[in-house]
């Protein structure tokens, strides 16, 4: 079992940039591939960066490709999600979750723990 709590989240304008980070539970923490999702209003769940167990691979959704950066810290226990140049378009509840393999997902149903999210709101 994980216990995932997210952070970092709240109010920035477009062009402006966040720090969110996720803490997890759990002694097996650097056994897990950690992802971020996001949920906007009347939309879907989707993915939006994902990394493998040891830092080693990292997959990002095309919206966040190059303004993103996830990026983890095993001794901590933690994972972190970096967005810069930030869009109104990114406004949503973002997800903390994990996976129970080494290799990377992107799909919601791959993952077995989810945190219960931070809010993102970005100001045009």
């Known amino acids: 079992q994980v216990q995932l709590v997210e952070s970092g989240g709240g109010l920035v304008q477009a062009g402006g940039s966040l720090r969110l980070s996720c803490a997890a539970a759990?002694?097996?923490?650097?056994?897990?591939?950690m992802g971020w999702f996001r949920q906007a209003p009347g939309k879907e769940r989707e993915f939006v960066a994902a990394i493998s167990s040891v830092s080693i691979s990292t997959a990002y959704a095309n919206s966040s490709k190059g303004r993103f950066t996830i990026s983890r810290d095993n001794a901590k226990n933690t994972v972190y999600l970096q967005m810069n140049s930030l869009k109104p378009e990114d406004t949503a509840v973002y997800y903390c979750?994990?996976?129970?393999?080494?290799?990377?997902?992107?799909?919601?149903?791959?993952?077995?723990?989810w945190g219960q999210g931070t809010q993102v709101t970005v100001s045009s």
């Open positions: 979750a994990a996976r129970r393999s080494v290799s990377i997902g992107i799909r919601i149903p791959e993952y077995d723990y």
């Open positions: 759990g002694r097996t923490f650097s056994t897990y591939t």
